[in-house]
Structure formats: C-alpha cells, structure tokens
C-alpha cells in the first residue's frame, strides 16, 4: 500500500472517530511494517451483528493479475444459513 494510501485511510478513521465516539478500528503490521489488516466497528455494526449473527469480509489482495490490479473477493459468513462468496 502507498503511503498516501495509508495516510488517507488513517485520516478517515481519525475523522470517524470524532464523529462517532462508538467507532473503533484496529490494524496489523507485518515484519516490513505494512499494514496488512484493517478492522473498523461501530455501535450500529455490532447490534447488527447480534441480529443476524453474519460478518462480510472484503479481501482485494486474493489475486492480482500482471499489471497488479487487486481482484475484490467479498465473503459473507452466516453460521445458521451457510456461507457466500461473492
């Protein structure tokens, strides 16, 4: 990720934040200090996570094709109904 990528992204937790004292986020670094995981929740996201007991996971760095462009891969995750790839 582009520093001018990670700071943007930062910028836009830090304003949700401020909006919305609920907001939380977390990330993971790896041994090279990139960030390779982002979490963000919020009150809403966690009640609605209570009533439908389902997570949607988006991953743009599953597959890259020969000019590095990400494929988006969107997993939902519901225990009663199965689960979705999409």
């Not at 990528?5 to 993971?28: C, D, T, W």
């Not at 462009?69 to 199965?82: D, H, K, M, S, W």
């Amino acid at each position: 990720m582009e520093y001018v990528e990670v700071g943007r992204l930062m910028q836009y937790l830090k304003i949700k934040i401020l909006e919305n004292p609920s907001f939380y986020h977390a990330y993971q670094m790896d041994c090279e200090e990139q960030i390779t995981n982002v979490f963000w929740v919020d009150a809403k996201m966690i009640l609605d996570y209570r009533y439908f007991r389902d997570m949607v996971s988006l991953d743009t760095t599953y597959c890259t094709n020969r000019a590095n462009r990400p494929f988006g891969f969107v997993f939902r995750l519901q225990p009663l109904e199965g689960h979705t790839c999409f």
